[in-house]
C-alpha cells in the first residue's frame, strides 16, 4: 500500500470537513487556542498552522466575525459565525447530509473487489 497517497487522500478529505467543523463550533464564541482545544476535545486535532489561516481566510470570506478583547491580561481575538456564516452553514449541512446519504448508498451497494492475492 502507497502511505503517502493514502496520507495525501485523507488530507484532502480532511480539509473539507474542518470549514464545516470550525464553523459549527463558532456558533459560540471562542479564542483561537480555545477554539482548537474544543475541537481537540471532541476528536477533531488541528494544528495552529492550519487553524489561524483558515480563520482568517473565513473572516475574510465574511463568514465569522472577531474582536480583541483583553482576558486574563492578554490580549485575545475571539470569533464567532456572522449572520452569513449561520446561512452557509446551514446550506453546508444540507450540503453534507445528501452528499453522506449518496455515498452510504453507493458504498452499501458497491460489490467487494476481488483481492489480488486470490
Request: no cysteine.
Amino acid at each position: 500500500m502507497n502511505d503517502e497517497l493514502l496520507d495525501n487522500l485523507r488530507l484532502e478529505l480532511r480539509r473539507g470537513y474542518l470549514i464545516v467543523a470550525v464553523l459549527a463550533q463558532l456558533r459560540t464564541e471562542y479564542y483561537g487556542y480555545e477554539l482548537r482545544k474544543a475541537l481537540a476535545d471532541q476528536g477533531m486535532d488541528i494544528e495552529e498552522n492550519t487553524l489561524y489561516p483558515l480563520l482568517r481566510r473565513l473572516e475574510t470570506q465574511g463568514l465569522l466575525e472577531s474582536v480583541w478583547r483583553e482576558e486574563n491580561k492578554r490580549n485575545k481575538r475571539f470569533y464567532r459565525l456572522s449572520r452569513e456564516g449561520e446561512a452557509i452553514l446551514a446550506q453546508l449541512l444540507d450540503e453534507w447530509r445528501a452528499i453522506d446519504a449518496t455515498l452510504e448508498r453507493i458504498v452499501a451497494g458497491a460489490t467487494p473487489l476481488p483481492s489480488l492475492e486470490d
